[in-house]
């Protein structure tokens, strides 16, 4: 385990020096945090980025798997989101410093004949899962036997990938070299609305809260709990796994609802996990 900060060039040397394959995860992840400091986003993740695929030149080191994500398509104008054919038109600094994350890669093989594969994950979810999306929140709360908060008309539709199948998506992309130089969607393809969630979430945890519309401004703090509701909201992400399927076999195979059981699950044996809220 080496831990060190992927601005620090020199750490990054070191740490790739003789590796076959260079997985890279490390973001600043928070959107509110993005829209809040777009420079300290784009440094962490696009010069992050940057200074890594230059170790990896470097250091000879050819093969990279980058997490980017479904942030670079913007609002949904048809569904589902194919990576070839719908726009990417970020709504968030996330999306542009992940969108030139993309960019950089398809350079890169130009300059210095790397093979990346880049990655725009879905939501995804499950054990372990960091505290601060809807998801979460909506378990916290059950758990505490407080109601679910659900912004607006709840009708929002997410596509939630489970982090097992996101596992083996990647294990696909290492093994095979169909992988190289694409950028692939990595969910499920099936829109579940926030509605739709918060019934699920009942029905796995099996407490009986209220469920509270709650009619919150973009950008304003809700009056039930510390979480602002994010400005620019897309109305609907639903990123189709065609490609993925076709290119590497691969589709999602957790239902949201088994999915669901199994963070519960993990949350009931970890509580003290989700204190911090991020996003
Ligand atoms: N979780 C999702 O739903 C989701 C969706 C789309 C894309 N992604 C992307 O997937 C990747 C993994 O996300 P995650 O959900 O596991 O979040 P995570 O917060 O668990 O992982 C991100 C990690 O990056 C590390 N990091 C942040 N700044 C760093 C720096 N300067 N140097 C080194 N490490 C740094 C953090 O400490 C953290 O461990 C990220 O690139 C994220 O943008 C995640």
Redesign the pocket.
């Known amino acids: 385990m080496v831990r060190?900060?992927?601005?620090?060039r020199e750490a990054l040397d070191g740490a790739v020096r003789g590796v076959d394959l260079v997985s890279?995860?490390?973001?600043?992840?928070e959107i509110t945090r993005a829209i809040d400091d777009p420079i300290e986003d784009l440094t962490?993740?696009t010069i992050?980025t940057l200074n890594l695929f230059a170790a990896c030149a470097k250091a000879g080191v050819r093969r990279v798997i980058?997490?980017?994500?479904?942030?670079v398509y913007g609002q949904a104008v048809r569904t589902p989101q194919g990576e070839d054919d719908h726009p990417t038109d970020p709504n968030w600094a996330?999306g542009v410093s992940?969108l030139a994350n993309e960019k950089y890669a398809a350079i890169m093989r130009e300059v210095h004949g790397l093979e990346i594969t880049s990655?725009?994950?879905?939501?995804?979810?499950g054990p372990r899962?960091?505290y601060g999306?809807v998801l979460t929140i909506f378990l916290k709360r059950a758990l505490e036997r407080e109601p679910l908060i659900i912004f607006g008309d709840g009708e929002q539709v997410r596509d939630f990938?489970f982090v097992g199948d996101v596992v083996e998506m990647h294990r696909r992309c290492i093994g095979d070299p169909a992988a190289l130089h694409q950028v692939l969607n990595v969910a499920t393809g099936q829109g579940v609305t926030v509605n739709r969630l918060a019934e699920l979430a009942l029905r796995v945890t099996g407490r009986e809260v209220a469920v509270i519309h709650e009619d919150v401004a973009e950008g304003a703090t809700s009056a039930h709990f510390a979480r602002r509701r994010l400005p620019q909201e897309l109305r609907t992400l639903v990123q189709s796994p065609e490609k993925a399927c076709r290119l590497l076999g691969w589709e999602a195979h957790t239902s949201l609802e088994e999915g669901l059981a199994a963070e519960w699950e993990w949350l009931g044996r970890n509580p003290g996990r989700w204190t911090e809220m991020?996003y």
């Open positions: 060190g900060d992927i601005l620090d890279h995860q490390a973001a600043q992840l962490t993740n992050g980058q997490a980017t994500s479904a942030g996330y992940k990655l725009r994950y879905g939501i995804v979810y899962e960091w999306r990938v991020s």
